[in-house]
């Protein structure tokens, strides 16, 4: 006899996966109204710390739903890098000078950050289905029918879209038929946290040695407990212990310290993939399920979250009528491309650091140096590090002139909305970011885009004082600064808006 599937009620969004990226997506998407389901295959949640390092931009982000500080809470901030050979300084660069709310590395285990993501999702009635996993689904004109088996049984879910958060291994990006390109690199990663309380001249920095056989970097973790990773040497055992770890700390830093009360320790092998694609009609990929690279700069994390963020705002304001499917296509050409930049930016950072050879060492070594001397390139790899660079300029969805910064993030803007776009136009007589009403840009040249804006888009933008001098500038509901033009250009600027917005 045919097993029985229950059929569930139709919900907005299928959330698959609930590590950082898929608790973020969902928590984004419900405090913008929307229903989600989100399943995990796992019974419990990890408590393996893996993704230690949380960047300026991520909590930026998370800042703007009250989640950066509670997470703060539960870790160590970090204030510089020192990259060293042996008992030489090659290079030191600090966080503080970051142009960031948050001008700091936040030193936090992963289980800590889903764990503030799930209370703040359960706060809001959702609960992460545990023990739930994808099976297959399939794709209809108005939605996605997952079929998943869960502690009832085998259930089929039904949802207008589904987002695949669920990982490297994503049942979501198999089900897509996507292939997952890409390459894997012949040295394994070991890895080991441990109690070390490192004494540093000052303040808690993240401190990497480049060594003959490898690197080895130690990044202080809070109650005086330290995270090692390593390049595992030739010889390694598969199954290695804290005197294999303790020999390398010995070997490959100037540091004269005994490690004890390993809590954890992981030999691994990185990758550098990714799909060619995060969306195929309704359903859509985002963190290690649409790519994943190696750990050094602590990136991998830090862009699951960010693909979150730029997906959720889109999704809602599609599904909800108020933007055409255009915009949601901007999902994939811009987080493609910012994905495929970390990869890129990962790949020559690890073979740099990785080199072997004695004279390529050398010369990498005198070029760290001289090139940290400079501080503006310094602060420039500092500022890309915190992902504080990333920009869609050249992208779709910008109107006008990168040199006006369309594209990059505005981190003094005016609060912006949750689903709704801002408007900025110049107006002498009303303070910066003051809301304009019907009224207020009744004449002058900005009054025929207050009367376009006003009659066809009162729901999705809103219009407020300020631009930079002549210009008016457009905000997007995450931030970043899409549009910049002068009232000349207006009438262009409401065309270019129609392909996005109904
Ligand atoms: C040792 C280590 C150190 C790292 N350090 C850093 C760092 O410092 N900074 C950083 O930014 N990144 C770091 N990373 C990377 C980071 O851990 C990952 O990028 C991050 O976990 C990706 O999050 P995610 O939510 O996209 O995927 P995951 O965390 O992999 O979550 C996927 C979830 O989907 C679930 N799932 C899988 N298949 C199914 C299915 N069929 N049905 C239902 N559920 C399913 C899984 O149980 C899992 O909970 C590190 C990784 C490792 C391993």
């Given at each position: 006899?045919?097993?029985?599937?229950?059929?569930?009620?139709?919900?907005?969004?299928?959330?698959?996966?609930?590590?950082?990226?898929?608790?973020?997506?969902?928590?984004?998407?419900?405090?913008?109204?929307?229903?989600?389901?989100?399943?995990?295959?796992?019974?419990?949640?990890?408590?393996?710390?893996?993704?230690?390092?949380?960047?300026?931009?991520?909590?930026?982000?998370?800042?703007?739903?009250?989640?950066?500080?509670?997470?703060?809470?539960?870790?160590?901030?970090?204030?510089?890098?020192?990259?060293?050979?042996?008992?030489?300084?090659?290079?030191?660069?600090?966080?503080?000078?970051?142009p960031?709310?948050?001008?700091?590395?936040?030193?936090?285990?992963?289980?800590?950050?889903?764990?503030?993501?799930?209370?703040?999702?359960?706060?809001?009635?959702?609960?992460?289905?545990?023990?739930?996993?994808?099976?297959?689904?399939?794709?209809?004109?108005?939605?996605?029918?997952a079929?998943?088996?869960?502690?009832?049984?085998?259930?089929?879910?039904?949802?207008?879209?589904?987002?695949?958060?669920?990982?490297?291994h994503?049942?979501?990006?198999?089900?897509?038929?996507?292939?997952?390109?890409?390459?894997?690199?012949?040295?394994?990663?070991?890895?080991?946290?441990?109690?070390?309380?490192?004494?540093?001249?000052?303040?808690?920095?993240?401190?990497?040695?480049?060594?003959?056989?490898?690197?080895?970097?130690?990044f202080?973790?809070?109650?005086?407990?330290?995270?090692?990773?390593?390049?595992?040497?030739?010889?390694?055992?598969?199954?290695?212990?804290l005197?294999?770890?303790?020999?390398?700390?010995?070997q490959?830093?100037?540091?004269?310290?005994?490690?004890?009360?390993?809590?954890?320790?992981?030999?691994?092998?990185?990758?550098?993939?990714?799909?060619?694609?995060?969306?195929?009609?309704?359903v859509?990929?985002?963190?290690?399920?649409?790519?994943?690279?190696?750990?050094?700069?602590?990136?991998?994390?830090?862009?699951?979250?960010?693909?979150?963020?730029n997906?959720?705002?889109?999704?809602?304001?599609?599904?909800?009528?108020?933007?055409?499917?255009?915009?949601?296509?901007?999902?994939?050409?811009?987080?493609?491309?910012?994905?495929?930049?970390?990869?890129?930016?990962?790949?020559?950072?690890?073979?740099?650091?990785?080199?072997?050879?004695?004279?390529?060492?050398?010369?990498?070594?005198?070029?760290?140096?001289?090139?940290?001397?400079?501080?503006?390139?310094?602060?420039?790899?500092?500022?890309?590090?915190?992902?504080?660079?990333?920009?869609?300029?050249?992208?779709?969805?910008?109107f006008?002139?990168?040199?006006?910064?369309?594209?990059?993030?505005i981190?003094?803007?005016?609060?912006?909305?949750?689903?709704?776009?801002?408007?900025?136009?110049?107006?002498?007589?009303?303070?910066?970011?003051?809301?304009?009403?019907?009224?207020?840009?009744?004449?002058?040249?900005?009054?025929?885009?207050?009367?376009?804006?006003?009659?066809?888009?009162?729901?999705?933008?809103?219009?407020?004082?300020?631009?930079?001098?002549?210009?008016?500038?457009?905000?997007?509901?995450?931030?970043?600064?899409?549009?910049?033009?002068?009232?000349?250009?207006?009438?262009?600027f409401l065309?270019?808006?129609?392909?996005?917005?109904?």
């Amino acid at each position: 006899m045919p097993e029985r599937l229950a059929v569930s009620e139709h919900v907005d969004v299928l959330v698959v996966g609930a590590g950082p990226t898929g608790l973020f997506l969902a928590n984004e998407l419900v405090r913008r109204g929307l229903q989600v389901r989100i399943i995990d295959c796992a019974a419990e949640p990890s408590r393996l710390s893996r993704a230690i390092v949380v960047h300026a931009r991520t909590l930026e982000v998370l800042a703007e739903s009250d989640l950066a500080d509670p997470l703060i809470a539960r870790g160590l901030p970090l204030a510089g890098l020192c990259l060293r050979a042996g008992s030489e300084l090659l290079m030191e660069t600090r966080f503080d000078k970051l142009p960031s709310a948050f001008p700091f590395v936040l030193s936090v285990s992963q289980a800590d950050t889903e764990a503030v993501l799930t209370e703040r999702l359960q706060s809001a009635g959702v609960e992460v289905e545990r023990a739930t996993q994808l099976d297959h689904f399939r794709q209809h004109g108005t939605g996605v029918s997952a079929v998943v088996d869960g502690p009832a049984g085998r259930e089929l879910l039904r949802a207008a879209w589904m987002v695949g958060c669920d990982g490297a291994h994503s049942a979501v990006r198999h089900g897509m038929n996507l292939a997952f390109e890409g390459q894997s690199y012949e040295e394994h990663l070991v890895l080991a946290d441990v109690a070390l309380e490192l004494q540093s001249a000052d303040v808690p920095r993240i401190q990497t040695w480049l060594a003959p056989d490898g690197i080895c970097a130690l990044f202080p973790l809070i109650g005086g407990r330290t995270r090692i990773i390593a390049t595992a040497p030739a010889g390694l055992s598969e199954d290695p212990t804290l005197d294999d770890i303790q020999t390398l700390v010995d070997q490959r830093t100037n540091l004269r310290v005994t490690l004890s009360q390993m809590s954890w320790l992981s030999r691994f092998r990185i990758h550098c993939r990714q799909v060619s694609t995060y969306q195929d009609d309704r359903v859509l990929l985002a963190g290690d399920a649409a790519h994943i690279h190696s750990p050094v700069g602590g990136q991998g994390m830090n862009t699951g979250l960010q693909d979150a963020h730029n997906l959720a705002w889109k999704l809602v304001m599609v599904h909800g009528g108020a933007a055409r499917l255009a915009l949601l296509s901007t999902y994939t050409e811009e987080r493609h491309r910012i994905g495929a930049e970390v990869l890129h930016d990962t790949d020559v950072a690890t073979r740099i650091l990785g080199l072997k050879h004695p004279v390529a060492r050398a010369l990498r070594d005198q070029a760290v140096s001289l090139l940290s001397s400079f501080t503006l390139l310094r602060e420039r790899v500092t500022r890309q590090l915190a992902e504080l660079d990333v920009s869609y300029d050249g992208g779709p969805l910008t109107f006008g002139d990168g040199s006006y910064g369309v594209g990059a993030r505005i981190p003094d803007g005016p609060p912006h909305a949750a689903a709704q776009f801002t408007l900025l136009v110049p107006h002498p007589e009303h303070a910066p970011h003051t809301e304009l009403l019907p009224g207020h840009l009744a004449s002058g040249p900005w009054a025929p885009l207050f009367v376009g804006i006003y009659e066809r888009y009162s729901d999705t933008v809103v219009l407020r004082a300020g631009g930079v001098g002549d210009r008016a500038s457009l905000i997007r509901p995450d931030g970043y600064l899409a549009a910049s033009f002068t009232s000349d250009e207006a009438q262009s600027f409401l065309i270019w808006l129609a392909r996005w917005l109904r």
